[in-house]
């Protein structure tokens, strides 16, 4: 069974540009989770849907930052404009439930310059 | 989430050594989750642990989760050189979907 998968695996972009994360969870699981790494801050929780809505926006840093979920086997995390202090991994997880073992994909390293 | 307490913050192993480290919150949890993470991947779940006191282990690791339901530990033993990478503990409360990281434990093999 595939798990997590996310696009691209690298991204390069120059500040201002728009970048947009994708992610394909695990087939049969309706939470999904977008999660941001630094070494400064450690995993921190974006943004968390159930069943496709988003219940809990409260991580997004700031207005630059937007998620969607149009349907169950795709999201997507938008940041426009992009700044330098946006690089980071990013991270998708999903899980069964909302409480159940959530699943990594292996991430997005996002740089911007 | 809040942050856990993950100890120590990194270490260096020699292959065949057992391995051990532990995370502490000020309030409890009542799931404990350790994972790894290796360079350019994702964490990956290794173990989770749901009752207090509960010891479980999957091959080579041995997770247990402490009786106050405030801490947890990891151990590898006879450690070999895949087992480097960092490792996360993790706390979540009862039909919550918020994860409390720990700072993670980087584990380096010594030549």
């Known amino acids: 069974d595939a798990g997590v998968i996310q696009s691209p695996r690298h991204e390069v972009t120059e500040m201002g540009q728009e970048v947009t994360l994708r992610c394909k969870p695990i087939?049969?699981?309706?939470?999904l989770f977008w999660y941001r790494q630094t070494m400064m801050r450690g995993l921190e929780l974006l943004i968390y849907?159930?069943?496709?809505?988003?219940?809990?926006d409260s991580g997004m840093p700031e207005d630059r930052f937007s998620a969607k979920m149009p349907n169950a086997s795709f999201s997507t995390l938008k940041i426009q404009p992009s700044e330098p202090r946006d690089s980071a991994v990013y991270f998708c997880?999903?899980?069964?439930?909302?409480?159940?073992?959530?699943?990594f994909g292996p991430g997005t390293r996002l740089t911007v310059t | 989430g809040q942050q856990l307490n993950q100890s120590p913050q990194s270490m260096f192993i020699q292959e065949g050594e057992d391995v051990s480290m532990n995370c502490t919150s000020s309030?409890?949890?009542?799931?404990w989750l350790w994972y790894k993470q290796d360079p350019g991947e994702g964490p990956v779940l290794l173990i989770a642990?749901?009752?207090?006191?509960e010891l479980t282990s999957n091959g080579r690791l041995t997770a247990q989760f402490g009786i106050t339901r405030k801490d947890s530990f990891l151990n590898i033993s006879a450690s070999i050189p895949s087992d480097v990478g960092i490792y996360f503990c993790?706390?979540?409360?009862?039909?919550?979907?918020?994860?409390?990281f720990g700072a993670g434990t980087t584990v380096t093999v010594r030549a």
């Open positions: 642990l749901y009752k207090a006191g």
């Open positions: 993790a706390g979540q409360l009862i039909r919550d979907y918020k994860l409390s």
């Open positions: 309030s409890i949890f009542n799931t």
């Open positions: 087939s049969g699981h309706n939470s």
């Open positions: 997880a999903s899980s069964l439930g909302k409480s159940d073992e959530q699943y």
């Open positions: 849907f159930n069943n496709n809505v988003p219940i809990d």
